[in-house]
């Protein structure tokens, strides 16, 4: 099954309308997002993948390059870096960093990091958490936030790859991490597993807003 990216023109008038589509290979896609510097950059991932694309609206194209995880197509892991590193089965979510780098985090609890934004991964930051990154999220102040599903814990990063120590894990009844999001002021908005909404900032305490009782992440 061939799965597609399209870009979609939403600000003008009352109905969005596609400007273009393009193949995107034939793995499953799960996030895909606008470089923040660059609007004719995105970034795909998913299944075993993550792809660059270019957008030429002039000419009505998208072009992809794909993530190289390292020089040998044969091997199972990236030997690239200290040490081996597994390939990941999915690479789940994307950010960037105010530099323009592109981090991303896979299935296996690893963020590789992207040099702005090239094709060739320059760093893997290794075992971040135990299980699957569902999310990153950049703040005002330039750190990134992980977020962990196996470990439901969040995690604050600089962006020289360091730990700011600066951690929450959620109790295990309100699910998994799934989503974070910058709310107003520090406050940040998480989504659980569970169907919860929690409210709150890393070095005070979150609740819960919302409980939407259906079933489904």
């Not at 400007?19 to 799960?30: F, T, W």
């Not at 694309?53 to 995880?69: A, E, F, P, V, Y």
């Not at 590193?85 to 981090?103: R, S």
């Not at 296996?108 to 990153?136: E, F, P, Q, R």
């Amino acid at each position: 099954m061939a799965h597609t990216v399209s870009v979609w023109e939403w600000s003008r008038g009352q109905h969005a309308h596609k400007l273009l589509e393009a193949k995107s290979g034939a793995e499953q896609v799960v996030a895909v997002e606008f470089h923040p510097v660059d609007s004719n950059t995105l970034v795909s991932c998913g299944r075993s993948h993550i792809s660059f694309w270019k957008l030429d609206t002039d000419q009505r194209t998208l072009s992809r390059k794909l993530g190289c995880l390292d020089d040998d197509k044969s091997s199972k892991k990236s030997a690239s870096f200290e040490g081996l590193v597994e390939k990941p089965k999915f690479m789940l979510c994307i950010a960037f960093t105010e530099t323009g780098d592109c981090w991303s985090g896979d299935s296996a609890g690893n963020i590789w990091v992207w040099a702005g934004s090239s094709n060739k991964v320059s760093k893997v930051m290794t075992s971040c958490h135990d299980g699957a990154i569902y999310c990153l999220c950049q703040l005002p102040d330039g750190s990134i936030l992980s977020g962990g599903g196996k470990d439901r814990i969040i995690h604050s990063w600089d962006t020289n790859y360091n730990s700011k120590n600066r951690s929450f894990e959620i109790p295990e009844m309100l699910g998994a991490i799934r989503a974070i999001t910058q709310g107003k002021g520090r406050q940040l908005i998480i989504g659980t597993t569970a169907n919860y909404i929690l409210q709150g900032a890393l070095d005070s305490r979150f609740s819960v807003v919302l409980q939407v009782f259906n079933t489904g992440e």
